[in-house]
């Protein structure tokens, strides 16, 4: 058995890969690029180490095992500090716009918002709405109000029941002339 086991596929990724021991168990965690470290890691591996107890391996992995595995990430590992770097540039120059921009329900705002909430699904927050208002000063019923706006005029695609959507072609076009100077469209 191998004791140092690498997330699958067949060419290597970015991101952060923390190796752990944990009893007869080695688990592996993977953490990609721009996630900013501040949420759980997108893959956990656990298989047995190399020097295992046999008997131990032969009960599995219970429920136990998982519940001893931290997937906090650690504040002090530098390569969890530079996973936040992607995705905190990303978020200042979307803030910035989102705070240049009119109060109103304009096509412009509406895609940066879209395109913030994505990048906090993307990421993995659990409550982007929530994180979005908070990050940004914003009410979170304003912000749920105007995402609602947004996937209705066709910045934001839709996911029943749950977080997430991607962002449209339309909300991409929009994005793009802001970047090179466009104006606002107030609707």
Request: hydrophobic content about 35%.
């Amino acid at each position: 058995m191998n004791s140092t086991p690498q997330p699958p596929g067949p060419e290597p990724r970015n991101g952060v890969t923390v190796i752990k021991r944990t009893g007869a168990w080695v688990v592996t965690m993977y953490w990609p690029e721009g996630t900013g470290g501040s949420v759980g890691p997108r893959e956990v591996h656990v298989v047995p180490a190399d020097d295992a107890d046999p008997q131990e391996v032969a009960r599995g992995i219970s429920s136990t095992v998982l519940r001893r595995i931290n997937t906090t990430p650690s504040r002090d590992f530098a390569a969890m500090r530079s996973l936040e770097k992607p995705a905190d540039m990303d978020i200042r120059q979307l803030g910035k716009r989102l705070a240049s921009l009119p109060s109103g329900l304009t096509d412009e705002r509406l895609a940066v918002l879209s395109a913030l909430y994505v990048h906090f699904v993307d990421a993995g927050e659990r409550a982007p709405a929530q994180r979005l208002a908070v990050g940004f000063g914003l009410n979170p019923a304003t912000v749920k109000g105007h995402l609602r706006a947004a996937r209705q005029r066709g910045f934001l695609t839709k996911v029943e029941g749950k977080a997430g959507g991607q962002l449209t072609d339309k909300a991409v076009q929009i994005l793009r002339g802001m970047k090179s100077g466009a104006g606002t469209e107030e609707v």
